[in-house]
Structure formats: C-alpha cells, structure tokens
C-alpha cells in the first residue's frame, strides 16, 4: 500500500477542517520577520537562508530555501498568490523514524503553543502508526490563519511539516487557477 506524503495529509486534513473559525485573537502573525501579504522582494530581503529554487504552479509561485529548524535540515517554501504572500512551509528534510519525529513534533506543538495558546480545533494522534496532526486557528490582526504540524510515519520512517496559511487568500487560490486553467481543455 503506498503511503501519503505529509503535504497530502495536511491538504487532507486542511479540507476537512476548512469551516473552522478563528480560535484565537492577539498579535499579527509574523513567520521568520514575515507577515501574510508580503510581496517577494520583501521576501527574497528578508530571508537569509540558502535560496533553492523557485517555481510556478498555475496560479502560485513557489520560493524555496534550505534552512534548520530545531537542529534538523528543513525545506522552507513560500507560496505567493498573485504577488502577495499567503503560505509559509517547513517540510523536514530527515527527521528519523517514529521516536525521533516525535521528539521534534512534540516541540513544535510547545512552542507553537506558547506563541498561540493550546490548540483548540480538531488534532488527530494515532499512536500505533505514528501519526499527529494538531491544527491551531489564529486570528492575528483580524486576519485568520490556519497552522498545522503533521506527522506521519512508522518506526523506521516519517515525514514531519509545519504549513502557515493566511485563510482568506488560501481560498482564492482555486479561483486563481481556475482562471489559469481556462480555455485549456
């Protein structure tokens, strides 16, 4: 049986829980001196990591950097829609078998909470098959973000990833490209 990828498991799970509103209220949600809408000079001059690549996906153009986290290698992308910046991702280069991940999850899951208070949607943890998924609301500056950390994987293998996304311009994504998409078929 072949296994999901930690992004299809949070893109499931971002479906699954998209009618949920904003838990929290507070401070504007700021990603490495980054807040939602930044533009990609803005991005390119704030980020002081390795710069990979960049790409466009129909409607979404993708920045990608080599960086750490925790002490662990980490892919960090930035996902911009029409110019504006409305996701941030780290998706754990190597982050070990079950134990290992976990360890790292569980400090993600603390610090996160610090930041934004204990997580109040829904949170998934199935501890046969080393899964967790916890999603936290945020309603920074009136504008509601969705965070997620999602860990998938078994005793000799997983994937670990943390998604940032501003809600509002996430939903305008599949317009976006439909309007790409249009004409083509």
């Known amino acids: 049986m072949r296994r999901l990828s930690i992004e ?7 479906a699954w829980t998209s009618q949920a509103g904003a838990q929290e209220s507070g401070k504007k949600v700021e990603v490495r001196g980054l807040s939602f809408g930044a533009d990609e ?3 390119r ?12 996906i129909g409607a979404v153009k993708i920045l990608h950097y080599s960086d750490s986290l925790l002490g662990e290698p980490v892919a960090v992308g930035y996902r911009l829609l029409n110019g504006a910046l409305y996701e941030i991702r780290y998706i754990f280069e190597r982050p070990g078998g079950c134990s290992h991940s ?7 899951h603390a610090e996160l909470a610090v930041k934004y208070g204990e997580p109040k949607a829904k949170s998934f943890d199935d501890e046969r098959k080393c899964i967790r998924i916890t ?19 078994t005793k ?15 939903a305008r994504v599949d317009a ?3 309007a790409v998409d249009e004409g083509k078929l």
Not at 135 to 153: A, K
């Open 41 to 43: 000079a803005t991005i």
């Open 176 to 178: 976006a490209q439909d």
């Open 8 to 14: 299809a498991v949070l893109v499931i799970l971002l």
């Open 45 to 56: 001059r704030a980020e002081k990591s390795k710069f990979v690549r960049e790409r466009r």
């Open 135 to 153: 999603e936290w609301n945020y309603s920074g500056d009136g504008r509601p973000t969705t965070i997620y950390v999602g860990l998938d994987g």
């Open 156 to 170: 000799h293998r997983s994937s670990l990833a943390v998604f940032y996304f501003d809600q509002e311009q996430a």
């Open 102 to 108: 976990l360890s790292l999850y569980e400090k993600l």
